[in-house]
Structures are given as structure tokens and as C-alpha cells.
Nanobody
Framework: QVQLVESGGGLVQPGGSLRLSCAAS????????MGWYRQAPGKQRELVAA???????NYADSVKGRFTISRDNAKNTVFLQMNSLKPEDTAVYYC???????????????WGQGTQVTVSS
């Protein structure tokens, strides 16, 4: 019913930039918080950044000042601009959204399939 599709991952050198996108589609009534998580090999999935419908954002300390999250509410899309990338940013990045499906009242938590980001020289 609801699908999150990510794009924009890839291989980049240290200091480089990437921009991730995630579009939500399906029978959507409304979307609350949208965010990005990441999971590196052997580590737990962690929150990278999240943004509310009004545009209020919060970030993990490790990415503050380097990453910027934004969203286009009209297109049900969230973005993650990643600058000054470091090897330790290497991970699979997952889009997450809190969505109220059409015809329902309560929200559910939805995930994208993940996109690989590799920072290496």
C-alpha cells in the first residue's frame, strides 16, 4: 500500500558530497516525521537525521554541520544532503517515514529498501 523508494547512494571520495532522495507513494493520507537512518557492518542501525512536517530537523552529533535534511511535502519526498563525507559515514542508508494510510487514523512506521553509501579513496 505504501512504498518508500530511495536513490542517490554510491561511491565517493573522502571530503565529497552525495544527495539522497526518498519518495513515498501509495494510499497516503498524511506523513508525519520523515528521516534517515544508517547501518554500518557489525553495528546497530542509528538515526542520522529527521524532519517534521513543519521543517524542524534534528541530527546525530556525528553529522551536525555536514548533513542537511529537507523535505518536499507536496511530493512526499525527503532529502539528505551529505557534505564533507568521511570513511566512517560508510553504511547502508534507510529512509523512514511515519505515515497515516488513507482510510485509517493511526500512523505506521515505514522503511525504504536501503541505499549503499561508500566513502573511500
Amino acid at each position: 500500500q505504501v512504498q518508500l523508494v530511495e536513490s542517490g547512494g554510491g561511491l565517493v571520495q573522502p571530503g565529497g558530497s552525495l544527495r539522497l532522495s526518498c519518495a513515498a507513494s501509495g494510499s497516503i493520507r498524511s506523513i508525519n516525521v520523515m528521516g534517515w537512518y544508517r547501518q554500518a557492518p557489525g553495528k546497530q542501525r542509528e538515526l542520522v537525521a529527521a524532519v517534521t512536517t513543519s521543517g524542524r530537523a534534528n541530527y546525530a552529533d556525528s553529522v551536525k554541520g555536514r548533513f542537511t535534511i529537507s523535505r518536499d511535502n507536496a511530493k512526499n519526498t525527503v532529502f539528505l544532503q551529505m557534505n564533507s563525507l568521511k570513511p566512517e559515514d560508510t553504511a547502508v542508508y534507510y529512509c523512514n517515514a511515519n505515515i497515516v494510510v488513507a482510510g485509517l487514523i493511526t500512523a505506521g512506521n515505514y522503511w525504504g529498501q536501503g541505499t549503499q553509501v561508500t566513502v573511500s579513496s
